[in-house]
């Protein structure tokens, strides 16, 4: 599985931006696909994750109700639509993919086994 991610990029605080994750090699069915992401001398952390088959979300505290994450099985493509956005959401946005995963392991990113390149998101003040 290749995973390609863009739509990164530069916004001012309270402003929006959505990224895509592009998947080539394979088809998924019962996997878990979402995003991570790593912020300048912070380790990677959770953010959303969404169940291939069912489309069932699960967000990180600190984006619920403002990221969305979606997908569409057509196009084999994952969405972040991110609004509101903080300067504490600057980071680098990897997303990934993983076989089925129960739920205590979702936001785990040793238990993902496909990394898309990551895109830089820059919140400025």
């Known amino acids: 599985v290749q995973l390609q991610a863009s739509g990164g990029g530069l916004v001012q605080a309270g402003g929006s931006l959505r990224l895509s994750c592009a998947a080539s090699g394979r088809t998924f069915s019962n996997n878990v696909v979402g995003w991570f992401r790593q912020g300048p001398g912070k380790e990677r952390e959770f953010v959303a994750a969404?169940?291939?088959?069912?489309?069932?979300?699960f967000y990180a505290d600190s984006v619920k109700g403002r990221f969305t994450i979606s997908r569409d099985s057509v196009k084999n493509t994952l969405y972040l639509q991110m609004n509101s956005l903080k300067p504490e959401d600057t980071a680098v946005y990897y997303c990934a993919a993983a076989p089925y995963l129960i739920v205590t392991t979702i936001r785990n990113a040793q238990r993902y086994n496909y990394w898309g390149q990551g895109t830089q998101v820059t919140v400025s003040s």
């Open positions: 969404i169940r291939w088959s069912g489309a069932t979300t």
